[in-house]
């Protein structure tokens, strides 16, 4: 069973949260929440927010375990820039590029075993063949 968790417009450069998300692909999200809590950039807290919503929805819409919860994927992709000009010398501007991101987080879980019902009395258990008693098996060891 897949998760899939997204946090849009946010207001951070796409190149500086890849350095913290490409940390923590593969791992387990307990683990992947330790680093994250320990790691001094503004890119970790906004990508754990969007793990714990991923945490979250896979308990409470999926019912599964957080603790066998692994991220398949961390994914920071480019949103819409705001531009802005600043004036410079000589009548000119200067362009200002204020880059924002969407982060998108994939965790995989194996989903809880159901109970299986008992089996019916109508369905007999196959019985297995032996080779010798095949009558093409008779004629080959005879």
């Known amino acids: 069973m897949e998760v899939k968790s997204t946090s849009k417009y946010?207001?951070?450069?796409?190149?500086?949260?890849?350095?913290?998300?490409?940390?923590?692909?593969?791992?387990?999200?307990?683990?992947?929440?330790?680093?994250?809590?320990?790691?001094?950039?503004?890119?970790?807290?906004?990508?754990?927010?969007?793990?714990?919503?991923?945490?979250?929805?896979?308990?409470?819409?999926?019912?599964?375990?957080?603790?066998?919860?692994?991220?398949?994927?961390?994914?920071?992709?480019a949103a819409p820039m705001l531009r802005r000009f600043k004036p410079r010398a000589k009548g000119s501007a200067g362009p200002i590029i204020r880059r924002s991101s969407h982060i998108s987080i994939t965790l995989t879980g194996s989903a809880p075993e159901k109970k299986k019902k008992a089996a019916r009395k109508a369905a007999a258990p196959k019985s297995e063949e032996t080779p010798a008693a095949t009558p093409a098996a008779a004629e080959t060891q005879a």
């Open 10 to 77: 946010v207001r951070l450069s796409p190149k500086k949260a890849r350095d913290v998300a490409r940390e923590i692909q593969g791992l387990p999200v307990s683990s992947a929440l330790d680093i994250l809590t320990f790691t001094p950039k503004k890119a970790a807290q906004l990508i754990g927010k969007t793990l714990k919503t991923a945490i979250a929805d896979a308990e409470n819409n999926f019912s599964l375990d957080a603790g066998t919860l692994v991220i398949k994927e961390a994914v920071i992709g």
